[in-house]
């Protein structure tokens, strides 16, 4: 089967690309690199059934183009980092949304019926149900990346319903491991690195969160698209458990061997659209026989191990 990757390039599309290139697939990998890097495509790039495309979900005519000819689309690309919403508001609106209307219209123009989407835990808000089924409300939205996931949702269920598409939905948590580039194990990382007897947290550090190991998700989005075979099927991914921003400092000043002062902003929320309390239910992933593999502690720890290897990923893009 040959799959169309957006976001091929970046942390979670690189991982993908390379799982399915290795059973056997072609892929035709779709990435503008504004946040992806050219290494992360290393080993793609070395087989003969990997095509890199570079180009925008913004440009319609180059999209189109470079979808013909595929069975599936695995539609990774977005505007991922939460945190600076506000500030730039269109961008998610663009790269999230309406990006995401493209890559439906380039489907329903090559004949591509079939769509695999990676949105967000994020749509729930501030979840009155802990942990969250797939069927909770979808409560006033508190992030423009969590309503512009939602809007993207809305639109791939639309086409579905009168275009006849399937689609897969994956509601992730925040996603750990190799090739990670933007988070707060990264953010804390990066100000250790450069001076470890102080830390800048934002919040209380009270903020629960769960997190799941990007293998993980790669296997559980895969095993869906295999054995979900409903018109929408929608599933949360996730991992076991949750624990505190600050249990996860503590777990890293320890592998780092260091005791830096911890500088808490204060609140409940460490920015505006951060939910305090993030644990989803992923049973329904779990009937179809998936368990994750990583713990939370070993993902922060192997994420951590990653970047100290990688120091190159710190600096920024240019």
């Known amino acids: 089967m040959r799959y169309f990757v957006t976001g091929c390039a970046g942390f979670i599309g690189s991982h993908l690309t390379e799982r399915l290139l290795a059973h056997g697939h072609e892929v035709v990998g779709y990435d503008n690199f504004s946040t992806g890097r050219e290494s992360f495509l290393e080993a793609a790039r070395e087989n ?53 209307h493209n ?14 989407f990676t949105s967000t835990g994020s ?23 969590g309503a512009s996931k939602l809007a993207a949702e809305g639109l791939i269920t639309a086409y579905c319903t009168g275009y006849g598409f399937q689609s897969h939905i994956f509601r992730l948590v925040s996603i750990l491991g190799e090739r990670y580039t933007h988070g ?41 698209i295999e054995h979900a075979n409903e018109h929408i099927n929608l599933f949360n991914l996730g991992g076991d458990g949750y624990c505190e921003v600050r249990q996860s400092i503590d777990w890293i000043c320890e592998a780092l061997d260091i005791t830096p002062a911890l500088e808490f902003s204060g609140g409940d929320r460490g920015w505006s659209g951060d939910s305090p309390f993030i644990h989803l239910d992923s049973s329904r992933i779990r009937a179809l026989g998936w368990r994750p593999s990583l713990p939370l502690r070993e993902s922060v720890l192997r994420t951590l191990a990653y970047l100290a290897a990688h120091p190159q990923l710190l600096e920024p893009l240019t």
Do not use: W
């Not at 890559?103 to 695999?116: D, N, P, Q, W, Y």
């Not at 069927?135 to 423009?144: F, V």
């Not at 990382?189 to 293998?215: A, E, F, I, M, N």
């Open 184 to 224: 707060h194990v990264f953010d804390f990382y990066g100000q250790l690195r450069t001076d470890p007897s102080r830390l800048r947290v934002l919040g209380d550090g009270h903020q629960r969160k769960s997190y799941l190991y990007v293998q993980d998700c790669i296997e559980a989005m895969l095993l869906a």
């Open 103 to 116: 890559v439906l219209e380039a489907m329903r123009s090559t004949g591509v019926h079939r769509i695999a």
């Open 48 to 100: 003969a059934d990997f095509r890199l495309i570079r180009g925008d979900t913004l440009d319609t005519s180059t999209l189109a183009a470079a979808m013909t000819g595929s069975q599936r689309v695995f539609h990774c690309a977005a505007n991922a980092d939460v945190r600076f919403g506000l500030a730039r508001p269109r961008r998610d609106l663009e790269q999230n949304t309406l990006a995401t």
């Open 123 to 145: 749509v729930y808000g501030d979840a009155a149900v802990i942990p969250t089924a797939e069927d909770a409300p979808c409560p006033i939205q508190t992030s423009l990346y």
